[in-house]
């Protein structure tokens, strides 16, 4: 069983904001590192950002000052806030959770942007 589930995805017309959930269960949330990965059509899968069980975080330099990663520790969530959204942000993004030898992925939802 998947320990992480996405959600949030849909068709969004440029310039508008989406948030993207992940809900884990069955892991010890707060000791993981969560993150976001996209991989678009024909490329290879990307880091988008990741927040670690301190709340540090990492962002990619295309998304940066756009998106916003951040977690819900009480609710095993974490959240990927995306604003100002373009055409090519379109992918499928990945919910990812790494500590230890465990590291997981869900089974990702699709964000499309239209022009």
């Known amino acids: 069983q998947v320990p992480l589930v996405e959600s949030g995805g849909g068709l969004v017309q440029a310039g508008g904001p989406l948030r993207l959930s992940c809900a884990a269960s069955g892991i010890t949330f707060v000791l993981y590192t969560m993150g976001w990965y996209r991989q678009a059509p024909g490329k290879q899968r990307e880091l988008v950002a990741t927040?670690?069980?301190?709340?540090?975080?990492n962002t990619a330099e295309s998304v940066k000052g756009r998106f916003t990663i951040s977690r819900d520790n009480a609710k095993n969530t974490v959240y990927l806030q995306m604003n100002s959204l373009k055409p090519e942000d379109t992918a499928v993004y990945y919910c990812?959770?790494?500590?230890?030898?465990?590291?997981?992925w869900g089974e990702g939802t699709l964000v499309t942007v239209s022009a």
């Open positions: 990812n959770a790494v500590y230890g030898n465990g590291d997981y």
């Open positions: 927040i670690s069980r301190g709340g540090s975080t």
